[in-house]
């Protein structure tokens, strides 16, 4: 089994509603959100650069991955690759970044794989984040930060602490501004991540210039507010 990344399992902090703790922020007392613990996959490693893939690897994941790329999931989605010829579509899947990550406990790691390079990523540095489960009949693709009603592109990734029918948790965070991003909950049914809740996270609500010492909060999905 690959070594996992020691810093995603640091606590990503959920607190109780009704425990009596006093949030420092107006933020929900169940949720509370941290920068230096999210995640940005490394950008030197991906499909084509990682040595710890074995070629048969390295080959599935360059197809997964293409094949999502030549099946936009919407209108934006189609947008974000329009007019990309095959050996473009190609580079980006071979320059996707990647990382592993046992979700499910079962011994072996899914494969996280984010975007690289514009189509893959938006002019902000939002970027497709996908998750792979390997199966008897191949790769499964469990996550597809695109897909959905609150589909899009994603900046970094967090692994919660908590499971849901045997898969942990995750939240994926958007970039918005310096100090904005929106914070998407996922947990995992039906044989794959569905989204649940979403969160804007702000560092300076009503424009306090000095911003806060943690984000504060506020329950809203894209396109409810």
């Known amino acids: 089994m690959r070594p996992v990344l020691l810093g995603w399992l640091l606590a990503f902090t959920l607190v109780a509603t009704g425990n009596g703790q006093t949030n420092p ?32 690897e390295r080959s599935e994941l360059l197809s997964a991955v293409l094949n999502r790329f030549k099946h936009p999931v919407s209108p934006h989605d189609a947008a974000m690759f329009e007019d990309m010829t095959d050996e473009e579509l190609a580079k980006l899947a071979g320059d996707t970044r990647i990382d592993y990550f046992d979700l499910n406990g079962d011994g072996t790691n899914e494969t996280i794989a984010q975007g690289n390079g514009l189509g893959a990523c938006g002019g902000t540095g939002n970027c497709i984040l996908m998750v792979f489960l390997r199966t008897p009949q191949g790769l499964k693709l469990i996550l597809d930060s695109r897909a959905g009603k609150w589909g899009g592109g994603v900046e970094k990734i967090r692994v919660l602490d908590t499971s849901t029918n045997g898969f942990r948790d995750v939240v994926l965070a958007s970039h918005i501004s310096a100090s904005d991003r929106t914070l998407a909950l996922y947990r995992y049914s039906d044989g794959g991540y569905r989204p649940v809740e979403c969160y804007y996270a702000t560092m300076q609500p009503h424009g306090v210039p000095e911003g806060l010492q943690y984000p504060d909060i506020s329950r809203g999905c894209p396109g409810d507010k």
Do not use: G, M, N
């Not at 107006?26 to 490693?45: G, I, K, M, N, T």
């Open 25 to 56: 922020t107006s933020a929900p007392e169940h949720f509370r959100w941290s920068e230096r613990r999210a995640h940005e996959l490394d950008y030197h490693h991906t499909i084509a650069t990682a040595a710890d893939l074995t070629a048969q």
